[in-house]
């Protein structure tokens, strides 16, 4: 076992400084070019889908639907059943729409600012300040869209089991102010933390100031499993029914880490006011979906189980790249008292808190030596992480063999900005 960092005598960390200094060098050397940036779905899990760039085929679904004409706004109704069985709720409670769920959530804001949702007094826009809470960290989509409404955004602590509730309910209980939460239920992003039932609940029942305070609950990793053990993700739609809170989750998720990226299908859910609420909208600028994709889709998977099946298949590819940095950053950095990262059971990324105060030197010298990583702080509202700690790593995209030598090389570079940081303290003025 090695000795933490701050433990070690100013000789010994010296010469640990000056080791990592070489090891950094000899990585700049080789002259890299890596990218961890962005959960990106591989080739090979996009190949897994091939089958669909023959679909669908026929022009007709199962219930004598032309998928090539207009209408069916709500979306192509096999599929909603496949999404229903999939997320637990009724198929009248499911709308499929277009290639990105990240779309809906935005323009289900846009109806909340413009004509207030279900159960609001008046369009957000008219009230003096709207905002948001959200967890920390999280999907950095999610925030740059609620910067660009100018909605506030107020950060609690995201922890293994969801945000912490305390936090939560003395925010939303005096505040009516506090109009949302963001939460990603399964495997977070990019934490892996899975909101238990219990979490989920207290969520669903919690008394709020604002009566159309809102839960996006962004499940784009549902069933994206890394182990065989697979998370189930609350039923929040039944439990906030049950708390007399019906209109306060809306859920959304799509196909796109499933099938394409680029061409999967969204889907919306949520009780069946909200979900008149968002089709009443919704028609002022669209005819009608993508029906012929989601014939596609149908045909692709079949029905529910088809697409846990297709779930397994990614897992193959990519499980193997989340232990490799599990791995790297344990032979790089155990013992060290530097980091600490997590063994994500599902979803699309890394979580990796390093020593405060050295996660944008990391991210620097990571790029300096060819690998690309999320810039630091982007976890967070506006960039910005206040203890400068944390790092999304992202290893999805690159072949297995680029990820291990990404990662021993980011934990080259974490030791070495550790080594940095607490050297300078010491000599810092005393
Ligand atoms: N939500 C989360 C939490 C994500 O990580 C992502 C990125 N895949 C999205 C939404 C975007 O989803 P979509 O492609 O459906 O727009």
């Not at 070019?33 to 889908?49: E, F, N, V």
């Not at 697409?307 to 499980?319: G, L, P, Q």
């Not at 980091?339 to 996660?359: H, I, M, Q």
């Not at 790029?367 to 944390?390: C, M, Q, V, W, Y």
Request: charged content about 20%; overall charge negative.
């Amino acid at each position: 076992p090695r000795t933490p960092l701050a433990s070690l005598s100013d000789d010994e960390l010296a010469g640990f400084l000056a080791e990592q200094q070489e090891a950094y060098a000899a990585l700049r050397a080789r002259g890299l070019k890596l990218d961890l940036t962005r959960g990106k779905p591989a080739p090979a899990q996009l190949d897994l889908s091939n089958d669909l760039l023959h679909l669908p085929s026929t022009a007709t679904d199962r219930d004598g639907v032309d998928v090539r004409n207009y209408g069916g706004l709500e979306g192509l109704a096999q599929l909603r059943e496949i999404f229903a069985e999939l997320l637990w709720t009724s198929p009248d409670q499911v709308i499929c729409g277009g290639n990105s769920s990240l779309t809906m959530m935005y323009s289900t804001i846009v109806d909340f600012l413009l004509f207030g949702g279900v159960d609001s007094p008046r369009p957000w826009s008219q009230e003096e300040k709207v905002r948001f809470i959200c967890p920390v960290p999280g999907y950095d989509r999610h925030f740059s869209m609620l910067a660009s409404f100018g909605i506030e955004m107020v950060t609690v602590d995201m922890h293994q089991d969801g945000p912490d509730m305390p936090a939560v309910e003395a925010l939303v209980k005096d505040d009516p102010s506090i109009k949302g939460i963001w939460i990603v239920p399964t495997y977070a992003n990019p934490s892996g933390a899975v909101v238990s039932q219990e979490v989920a609940a207290r969520l669903a029942a919690m008394p709020t100031a604002a009566p159309d305070f809102t839960i996006f609950w962004d499940n784009a990793y549902a069933f994206h499993h890394l182990t065989e053990v697979e998370a189930k993700s609350a039923d929040i739609l039944t439990l906030a029914a049950a708390s007399g809170h019906p209109n306060r989750p809306i859920m959304f998720a799509s196909t796109s880490k499933i099938t394409f990226a680029g061409a999967g299908v969204a889907v919306l859910a949520a009780s069946k006011p909200v979900i008149a609420w968002y089709l009443k909208h919704l028609s002022m600028g669209s005819i009608g979906p993508d029906k012929v994709n989601h014939l596609r889709h149908v045909e692709f998977f079949g029905d529910a189980e088809g697409v846990r099946a297709h779930m397994r298949k990614h897992r193959e590819i990519i499980a193997p790249k989340f232990a490799a940095v599990d791995e790297a950053l344990t032979s790089g950095l155990a013992g060290l008292g530097v980091a600490e990262w997590t063994r994500p059971t599902g979803g699309y990324f890394v979580n990796l808190d390093v020593l405060d105060g050295t996660a944008s030197r990391v991210v620097a010298l990571a790029k300096e030596a060819g690998i690309a990583l999320t810039p630091a702080g982007s976890s967070f509202p506006l960039g910005h992480d206040p203890r400068d700690r944390n790092i999304r790593l992202a290893p999805t995209f690159p072949v297995l063999d680029e990820v291990r030598t990404a990662m021993a090389g980011v934990a080259t570079c974490v030791a070495l900005a550790a080594a940095e940081k607490i050297t300078a303290d010491r000599s810092g003025p005393t």
